[in-house]
T-cell receptor, first 114, second 113 residues
Framework: ETGVTQSPTHLIKTRGQQVTLRCSSQ?????VSWYQQALGQGPQFIFQ???????GRGNFPPRFSGLQFPNYSSELNVNALELDDSALYLC?????????????FGPGTRLTVL | AQSVSQHNHHVILSEAASLELGCNYS??????LFWYVQYPGQHLQLLLK??????LVKGIKGFEAEFIKSKFSFNLRKPSVQWSDTAEYFC???????????FGTGTRLTVIP
């Protein structure tokens, strides 16, 4: 069974640029969630994708957008990068069953905005 | 709004000491509760979870947690810690049927050999 994978591992961008982060879900999981973990904080929910549609969103502006593909992999896109976007971005996959939402996390992408 | 509080920011223990990490949440409905661990340089891993039933749940590596509904708490315990337990521990809550987890700010545990 393959776990959740993310790419790239690290990324450095400058303010105003755009970035795309990628995630492959665990085998058999049809749902992908994205979280932002700032230094010294717990992960914060950005949004979730289920069957290629956004299925819930946290308190993040529209410049954070995403996609899910037919193979359930996903992308997180961030436009007009700001210094505060520097964080670890985590992807989690799940197979929600009867309301039980156990999520499995990938290693994350460390984004630094200069 | 939902929130999760972890009151201990950094805990330092000697090996073989007992551990209890506090977690309180604010939500009045039915919840799913989780403890995740993040070892240095590794990704978040699930330690244990509570969905329903017995409020005392056992997880991996000798950890357990007790759900006390009246106190909105889900404290993590381990009778005897090891140096390898040094890590960051996160409590998380999800409304049953919801699609996202609310995380606490984490507790850093340092175990001294």
């Amino acid at each position: 069974e393959t776990g959740v994978t993310q790419s790239p591992t690290h990324l450095i961008k400058t303010r105003g640029q755009q970035v795309t982060l990628r995630c492959s879900s665990q085998s058999g999981h049809n749902t992908v969630s994205w979280y932002q973990q700032a230094l010294g904080q717990g992960p914060q929910f950005i949004f979730q994708y289920y069957r290629e549609e956004e299925n819930g969103r946290g308190n993040f502006p529209p410049r954070f957008s995403g996609l899910q593909f037919p193979n359930y992999s996903s992308e997180l896109n961030v436009n007009a990068l700001e210094l505060d976007d520097s964080a670890l971005y985590l992807c989690a996959s799940s197979l929600p069953t009867r309301g039980y939402n156990e999520q499995f996390f990938g290693p994350g992408t460390r984004l630094t905005v200069l | 709004a939902q929130s999760v509080s972890q009151h201990n920011h950094h805990v330092i223990l000697s090996e073989a000491a007992s551990l209890e990490l506090g977690c309180n949440y604010s939500y009045g409905g039915t919840v799913n509760l989780f403890w995740y661990v993040q070892y240095p340089g590794q990704h978040l891993q699930l330690l244990l979870k509570y969905f329903s039933g017995d409020p005392l749940v056992k997880g991996i590596k000798g950890f357990e947690a007790e759900f006390i509904k009246s106190k909105f708490s889900f404290n993590l315990r381990k009778p005897s810690v090891q140096w390898s337990d040094t890590a960051e521990y996160f409590c998380a809550v999800s409304q049953t049927g919801a699609n996202n987890l609310f995380f606490g700010t984490g507790t850093r545990l340092t175990v001294i050999p």
